[in-house]
């Protein structure tokens, strides 16, 4: 490989001569080979993003010369083009902060315009990626900045997958609505409940963890860009902080504004706190909803059954005609990952010390990462599993007339420890409830039926003698 010699402040560094990131970048790469990964796509568009309303916003003020200023806003739309993917290379777990992110994507910008204005790669004659592209900045104030860009950027991809996922489930709600099973509490019988009452409850569950992660937004517009170093907005004028966030709201669409105090954003990272915490919440109700779906699937003769899930891939290299519920294994996989997300974002966070908390690029890797996977398994689950589910309609009636769940329609009439002994009589002899209390003499056919009419049983109220 050809290289070129560039220097820092630590000396002398060899480049790949054909790259637009500089020394050190070049320095990164050497001492962070950790994990073989590139830093997530959203996360680059947020660092350029920021780098080219930043040059705008100096270029207003008066303190960055125009031509320099275009030269690296042109460099950013190009990076923004994916031109440049190939050279943002920094493995996410680095130096602490994110200085590394930070100084990959300032040496690219810099080179691509030192090119423009006609100098050469590498040499940093005309535009300087500290002095120029990082211009009244810091890593410190550009890190949780693009963190959190980066954030919005991919909600606004995961709030309409899962407005998808619960209008299926909703939908598969209306459709089974007429279709009466056996409820299981502790995974034994219980009282009735319809199909469609259980998917409804579904949808209710996912459309409050919309609202919970909505709830999140309001912090995550709030920027504290211009705080530079440590929130007090040293080498940052005024005037600059105020056109940049302008400058970004009008890039992104994102509502953003200045955060009321840029020292405690710096330090601070509640906000993916918060917005971690109801991604857990979602990836919890995920397998938990994703559970019932393999649960109620068992079988195809010897599990549950009451419902299909559509057929995507044969299930077993040694069994033919076996058939898995993929979808929901792999949003189990998913959210145990999410949740484990998590637990690193809240040790991170809280691991901030005084003026900066230095674990911003883990936190930055894992909730990408997290809103990523989730976005993903949402939008796969709700097009390939819930939305061809059909039910067993014959299967549920059969469990529901022989579930020991119905006696507890007798206790208001009978009382709790006479409807316990039918129930125990019906376990013995494999007789229904239905048929035990007529053998007992307890009620009349016309009384038992109107009593025990399932539909009535799924809604609130006390069903009364005829």
């Excluded at 993917?85 to 990959?104: I, Y």
């Excluded at 299967?395 to 002994?421: D, K, M, W």
């Excluded at 048929?435 to 307890?442: M, P, S």
Aim: hydrophobic residues 45%.
């Amino acid at each position: 490989m050809q290289t070129r010699i560039e220097k820092d402040t630590l000396g002398k560094v060899e480049v790949p001569a054909d790259a637009y990131y500089g020394a050190q970048t070049a320095r990164a790469v050497e001492n962070f080979p950790i994990s073989g990964l590139k830093p997530h796509p959203a996360f680059v568009w947020a660092t350029v993003v920021i780098k080219k309303c930043a040059a705008r916003a100096n270029m207003a003020t008066g303190r960055l010369d125009q031509a320099i200023g275009k030269a690296i806003v042109q460099a950013a739309d190009e990076a923004l083009a994916g031109e440049f993917d190939r050279d943002f290379v920094v493995d996410p777990f680095q130096a602490g902060a994110g200085t590394s992110h930070n100084m990959n994507v300032n040496e690219v910008l810099a080179n691509r315009a030192d090119e423009l204005l006609g100098g050469k790669r590498g040499e940093a004659s005309l535009v300087n990626p500290n002095d120029h592209v990082n211009m009244a900045q810091s890593t410190n104030d550009v890190i949780p900045t693009a963190i959190r860009l980066a954030s919005l950027r991919m909600l606004s991809r995961l709030i309409p997958v899962l407005e998808g996922l619960r209008d299926s489930l909703r939908r598969k709600g209306k459709e089974f609505d007429s279709i009466l099973k056996s409820g299981r509490t502790h995974l034994q019988d219980a009282v009735p409940i319809r199909l469609g009452q259980e998917f409804e409850a579904y949808a209710v569950a996912v459309d409050r963890n919309i609202s919970g992660i909505e709830r999140c937004l309001p912090q995550l517009y709030e920027l504290g860009i211009g705080g530079t170093a440590v929130g007090t907005g040293m080498n940052a004028e005024p005037r600059y902080i105020e056109l940049v966030v302008a400058e970004l709201a009008a890039e992104t669409g994102f509502p953003l504004t200045q955060t009321a105090n840029r020292i405690e954003t710096t330090q601070n990272m509640d906000p993916f706190v918060a917005l971690s915490s109801a991604l857990k919440g979602t990836a919890v109700n995920l397998v938990r909803i994703a559970n019932d779906l393999r649960l109620l699937s068992s079988g195809p003769r010897t599990g549950f059954a009451e419902i299909n899930l559509p057929p995507l891939q044969p299930g077993s290299s040694i069994m033919p005609g076996k058939v898995n519920p993929v979808m929901p294994e792999v949003t189990d996989m998913v959210g145990f990952q999410v949740i484990g997300a998590d637990t690193v974002i809240t040790l991170a966070a809280q691991a901030g010390q005084l003026e900066l908390n230095v674990m911003m690029p883990v936190i930055a890797f894992n909730l990408l990462f997290s809103l990523e996977i989730l976005t993903n398994t949402v939008q796969r689950l709700a097009g390939s599993c819930i939305e061809g589910i059909t039910a067993n309609s014959a299967r549920c009636r059969r469990y529901l007339e022989e579930s020991l769940g119905l006696a507890t329609v007798l206790a208001p009439f009978i009382g709790y420890a006479a409807a316990a002994e039918v129930a125990k009589e019906s376990a013995a002899t494999g007789k229904s409830i239905h048929e035990t209390v007529l053998a007992k003499g307890l009620m009349s056919v016309t009384e038992l039926e109107k009593m025990m009419e399932p539909y009535a049983l799924t809604e609130p109220g006390v069903p009364e003698k005829a």
